[in-house]
């Protein structure tokens, strides 16, 4: 019988929170093909983070391929798992959340196995057609999958985190040599902060290119620290250099939703919405009246950030103490 395969991730031998949208969606793909739910986790030591796996979600079996080639990540790596997975297990459905990871590898797999793959899927229509964004955003396309075996990955913000189900087994895929096609690892450089992820915050504050320079992103830093959330930006303000590139929030950046976005000075283009539009609370506060983001707001302020921020964080402050 063929299944529906979740790729998770994991940090520190646990699941990444923003793995569990995808798994929603899995369930709904399987619930309308009749097949059963299974879980993928890779890694150098996969055994604490499928334990913590199998322990909810509804999954039939969480699976594994523990190999220290798994670790740092790589596309090419990954890939290679995910295709002998597919093949073990006898997969016919291989996704997850559009997270930076899956969107790289998953497409990878894709290829090697000829199949097609449903980007940033926002809708389970059916058992083989998904919903996508298309034009940043501006329409929505219905898009049917035809074959033995299709690729999708879905949109974090569009599906609720899976809820608890029943226990899964745990089955290690053995004999599995990762191929790397020679690409290694030579370093990694940790942005170092004590912020939560920015796609797993629950507040987010997103300077733009009202923010005009760098160091007047100390006062969003202040709010975002009060607020115990995360620093974001437009693209505007990382092109500019104000804030380092992987605080982007939009179409080619993160894709957050947050029970509170913070936008200030944004002017909110398409391409940014397209990240953030999901947020469950969205305040913009922005000298222009006719902003495009007070459109998508559900509090606005028509304010310079220089005048209404200082009082803002005065605010949050006192409430706080
Ligand atoms: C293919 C493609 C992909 C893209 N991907 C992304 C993406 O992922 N993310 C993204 O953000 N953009 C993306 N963009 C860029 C996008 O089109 C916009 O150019 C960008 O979002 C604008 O950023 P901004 O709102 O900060 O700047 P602007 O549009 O210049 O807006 C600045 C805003 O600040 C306000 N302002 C100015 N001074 C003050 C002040 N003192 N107080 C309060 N308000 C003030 C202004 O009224 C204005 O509304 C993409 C574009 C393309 C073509």
């Known amino acids: 019988m063929s299944k529906v395969l979740v ?16 798994i929603a969606a899995a369930k709904q793909i399987a619930d309308a093909r009749g097949i059963p739910l299974h ?3 890779l890694g150098a030591d996969a055994s604490a983070a499928a334990e913590i796996a199998a322990a909810g979600y509804g999954a039939a079996t969480v699976h594994t391929i523990q190999d220290p080639a798994l ?14 997975a ?6 016919s459905v291989i996704g997850g959340t559009a997270s930076s990871t899956l969107r790289d590898c998953l497409p990878r797999a894709a290829a090697v196995l000829d199949a097609p793959l449903c980007a940033e899927v926002v809708a389970v229509k059916s058992g083989d057609t998904f919903t996508r964004p298309i ?16 690729f999708f990955t879905a949109r974090g ?3 609720e985190p899976a809820a608890a189900g029943a226990a899964a087994s745990v089955s290690a895929i053995d004999g599995v040599s990762v191929d790397t096609r020679g690409v290694e690892v030579v ?14 915050a629950d507040v987010v504050v997103s300077g733009g290119r ?20 995360a620093l974001g930006a437009s693209r505007a303000a990382t092109d500019a250099g104000m804030v380092p590139a992987d605080l982007q929030v939009g179409q080619t950046g993160k894709i957050v939703a947050p029970n509170l976005y913070i936008a200030v000075a944004i002017s909110g283009a398409i391409q940014h919405l397209a990240g953030m539009k999901g947020s469950k609370t969205i305040v913009a506060i922005n000298k222009d009246a006719e902003a495009p983001i007070f459109q998508v707001a559900d509090y606005g302020l028509v304010a310079k950030w220089e005048d209404a921020l200082p009082r803002f964080v005065e605010l949050v402050q006192a409430r706080k103490s």
């Open 7 to 22: 790729v998770l991730e994991t940090a520190g031998g646990k699941l990444r929170p923003h793995c569990l949208p995808g």
């Open 39 to 41: 879980l993928l986790v």
């Open 71 to 84: 670790e740092p990540f790589t596309a090419e790596a990954w890939a290679d798992a995910i295709v002998h």
């Open 86 to 91: 597919t093949k073990t297990v006898g997969a």
């Open 135 to 150: 034009s940043a955003g501006r329409a929505l396309l219905d898009e049917k999958l035809s074959g033995e075996i299709v």
């Open 157 to 159: 913000s569009e599906f």
């Open 187 to 200: 370093g990694i450089q940790k942005t170092q902060s004590s912020r939560p992820a920015l796609t797993e």
């Open 210 to 229: 009202g923010m005009r320079e760098g160091p007047n992103f100390k006062v969003l830093e202040d709010l975002t620290d009060l607020l115990g959330g």
